[in-house]
């Protein structure tokens, strides 16, 4: 790997910038170079919230991502807003539960995923964005789930320590479809 740069998007509360963080903290594990630029507007939960995430084996020399190799969308404005800056050869996550794939290209592979109704089902509640996660590390190959489980140990602050063994499940949820 040499750089893979990644958005996540979507709207304030659904766990966009902790996801990133875990990303941007499996580059730190793993020994790469990285950058995580948080963005969101003044309202946080329910207004707009995204994340670029840099993972290298060299230096970055800017935090900012104009054209992900990676798109995680968790709402169709996200979605819409993105969708069309990703590389070509890129992937693009997305919860079907909550957004309408209505992309032509053919130059990028799509992975809708009702991460949102696996959560739902599974009693995951804000488990969404770690079903994406998921099924992300599982088709690029970014990072192994043993990475991610050290990661989400490190990052999840003590006072939240009951949902670890939450993420793991939804982690494994999205790997497994």
Same mark, same amino acid.
């Given at each position: 790997m040499?750089?893979?740069?990644?958005?996540?998007?979507?709207? +304030? !509360?659904?766990?966009?910038?902790?996801?990133g963080? #875990?990303?941007?903290? &499996?580059?730190?594990? =793993?020994?790469?170079?990285?950058?995580?630029?948080?963005s969101?507007?003044?309202?946080?939960?329910?207004?707009?919230?995204?994340?670029s995430?840099?993972?290298?084996?060299?230096?970055?020399?800017?935090?900012?991502?104009?054209?992900?190799?990676?798109?995680?969308a968790?709402?169709?404005?996200?979605?819409?807003?993105?969708?069309?800056?990703?590389?070509? +050869? !890129?992937?693009v996550?997305?919860?079907?539960?909550? #957004?309408?794939?209505? &992309?032509?290209?053919? =130059?990028?592979?799509?992975?809708?995923?009702?991460?949102?109704?696996?959560?739902d089902?599974?009693?995951?509640?804000?488990g969404?964005?770690?079903?994406?996660?998921?099924?992300?590390?599982?088709?690029?190959?970014?990072?192994?789930?043993?990475?991610?489980?050290?990661?989400?140990?490190?990052?999840?602050?003590?006072?939240?320590?009951?949902?670890?063994?939450?993420?793991?499940?939804?982690?494994?949820?999205?790997?497994?479809?």
């Amino acid at each position: 790997m040499a750089t893979t740069e990644i958005i996540l998007a979507g709207f +304030g !509360g659904q766990g966009v910038l902790f996801a990133g963080k #875990i990303l941007a903290y &499996c580059g730190l594990v =793993d020994n790469k170079e990285l950058s995580w630029l948080p963005s969101y507007g003044p309202e946080m939960r329910g207004g707009t919230a995204n994340c670029s995430v840099c993972i290298s084996d060299e230096p970055i020399g800017s935090p900012l991502v104009i054209n992900p190799d990676i798109l995680i969308a968790m709402n169709q404005p996200s979605f819409d807003k993105f969708v069309n800056d990703v590389k070509p +050869g !890129g992937k693009v996550f997305y919860d079907s539960t909550l #957004i309408d794939n209505e &992309c032509t290209r053919t =130059d990028i592979e799509i992975y809708g995923i009702p991460s949102s109704q696996l959560a739902d089902a599974n009693e995951l509640k804000g488990g969404s964005n770690m079903i994406l996660l998921g099924k992300t590390i599982k088709e690029t190959g970014v990072f192994t789930f043993d990475t991610m489980k050290k990661c989400i140990e490190k990052v999840v602050p003590p006072t939240k320590a009951q949902l670890i063994a939450n993420n793991f499940k939804a982690i494994e949820i999205g790997m497994n479809n």
